[in-house]
Structure formats: structure tokens, C-alpha cells
């Protein structure tokens, strides 16, 4: 899946297997404040999402030219265009 950034920049999201799907699942650690939802280690949660996620070698140098807006549109994406997917046969 092609995913076109608000900057212009053009990304290639991979089509998850389960296995890495429940990986990032797993990884990522949810704080509660009051009635509001936070994601703890938001940084390291974001760069394994964008590692797995995007298609082709994702380097440091790749990660380091990413704005941080950039990193949390493909890492949203991800969240919800790849991970909330629902299974054949509950």
C-alpha cells in the first residue's frame, strides 16, 4: 500500500503477517490518565512500527530524515489501516 504523506513524501506500507502484527501489538503500552488514553514509550513504539511496517530497508538515516509528523502519520496508518483488521471467522 502506497501511503502519500501531508509533506509530499511517498511511503510503502507492507501487508502485515499475523506474526508482526501481533509483535507491534505486543509492544505497545498504554497509560491512563483520568479518561484519557496515552501511548507510553511513544518513540520506541513509533520507530518499531515504521521497522516493520514500511516496506524495504528502513535505516537510521531513513528514520533520522523523518519529521516527527511524519512519523506519527505513517505509524497512525499503520495503526489503522493495517492492524485494526478483523478476523474471517471470529
Do not use: P
Not at 38 to 59: D, E, P, Y
Not at 68 to 75: G, V
Request: with cysteine; aromatic share 6%.
Amino acid at each position: 500500500m502506497k501511503l502519500k504523506l501531508k509533506t509530499g513524501r511517498e511511503v510503502e506500507l507492507k501487508k502485515l503477517s499475523v506474526d508482526e502484527r501481533d509483535e507491534l501489538m505486543d509492544s505497545v503500552s498504554y497509560d491512563m490518565e483520568g479518561e484519557e488514553v496515552k501511548i507510553k514509550m511513544m518513540h520506541s513504539t513509533m520507530t518499531k512500527f515504521i521497522r516493520i511496517g514500511v516496506k524495504g530497508k528502513v535505516t537510521d538515516e531513513f528514520l533520522l530524515d523523518l519529521t516527527f509528523s511524519e512519523k506519527t502519520e505513517i505509524f497512525t496508518t499503520i495503526q489503522n489501516d493495517c492492524m485494526n483488521l478483523g478476523e474471517k471467522k471470529a
